[in-house]
């Protein structure tokens, strides 16, 4: 069974900065393209950020690039979200997500983690 668990979410003020961390277990790694998404109350999912097999190649939504790091380390089947400067608006449930590379939908998903940014 494929699993992806996240953490490092919590409570942070706005202008902070915290690292999120997703452990893959169940996969082949390396294999797959990886993905941060979150989910806001009142919002549908919208991707944050995506990061190629090899993590020579990395993708932000707008309302992050700049702020936002998403990076990978194979050899210990994580990946990682580094949020820095993080304002009011990124507070959402962040969820780590699998795309095996065929279709390029996501395939398997943690079950996320709550960021709360107070102001």
């Known amino acids: 069974q494929v699993q992806l668990v996240e953490s490092g979410g919590g409570l942070v003020q706005a202008g902070g900065s915290l690292r999120l961390s997703c452990a893959a277990s169940?996969?082949?790694?390396?294999?797959?393209?990886m993905g941060w998404f979150r989910q806001a109350p009142g919002k549908e999912r919208a991707l944050v950020a995506a990061?190629?097999?090899?993590?020579?190649?990395?993708g932000y939504a707008d309302s992050v690039k700049g702020r936002f790091t998403i990076s990978r380390d194979n050899a210990k089947n994580m990946v990682y979200l580094q949020m820095n400067n993080v304002k009011p608006e990124d507070t959402a449930v962040y969820y780590c997500?699998?795309?095996?590379?065929?279709?390029?939908?996501?395939?398997?998903w943690g079950q996320g983690t709550q960021v709360t940014v107070s102001s």
């Open positions: 990061i190629s097999r090899s993590g020579g190649s990395t």
């Open positions: 169940g996969l082949t790694f390396s294999s797959y393209r």
């Open positions: 997500a699998a795309d095996m590379g065929w279709d390029g939908e996501f395939d398997y």
